[in-house]
């Protein structure tokens, strides 16, 4: 980790990005609210499934490893995530290989990291499986704005035609951090598949697509 990085860590570490309180991390206040809770939030096909969902600390904190970069955050995320990851590789037939969505570019260029990819790195650590291996696969073609910036209605216009995948054959996974129109997974799915590859399955961390409440 290089020097800024650990000490810009270290301020936005001094209070919990969950809901503020000082302190060193997430709180155990916002951990125990967490409490992830893998289910799937559409039949697809491919199935999406959530890990947890998009409310409580949760904006908090996916914000403040997204756009604040707090990369200490990646290794509770992946652990959240792998809670979703884990019964998704058990069902595929074979090996699989998981495909972060990536970041927009502008925001990837700004940070210096692609946090999608950092948590499914960290996911697959804690999961130590040999039936998946983290491929980035996905590309995009054009720069596009937040998801969760843009109004519901325009979602699909932002997303369409801004991926392209890398060709091959075989079961692919997609891993992204938040469900919001659902329009970002279905542009990743577009492009693997015109791309010669089978899309089992797309977890997301955190489901702010649905009403569905977490316990
Ligand atoms: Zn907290």
Known sequence: MKPLESLADLLLGACCPGCTAPGLGICQACLDA??????????????????????????????????????????????????????????????????????????????????????????????????????????????????????????????RGSMRADPGRGDVIVVDDVRTSGATADEACRALTRSGWRVLSIVVLADAATATRWP
Do not use: F
Not at 63 to 69: E, F, I, L, P, V
Not at 80 to 105: E, K, M, Q
Not at 120 to 149: N, Y
């Open 34 to 159: 967490v409490n992830p809770a893998p289910r799937v939030i559409l039949d697809g096909p491919p199935p999406v499934v959530a890990c947890v969902g998009y409310h409580g600390p949760m904006p908090g904190i996916i914000t403040a490893h997204k756009d604040r970069g707090a990369t200490w955050l990646t290794s509770q995320l992946g652990q959240w995530l792998a809670h979703g990851l884990g019964p998704a590789i058990a069902a595929a037939p074979g090996h699989v290989d998981v495909v972060p969505v990536p970041s927009s570019n502008r925001a990837v260029r700004r940070r210096g990291v692609d946090h999608a990819a950092d948590m499914t790195r960290s996911a697959l650590q804690w999961l130590a499986v040999r039936e998946a291996t983290m491929a980035r696969l996905l590309h995009r073609t054009r720069q596009v704005a937040d998801q969760l910036e843009v109004r519901d209605d325009q979602r699909g216009d932002n997303q």
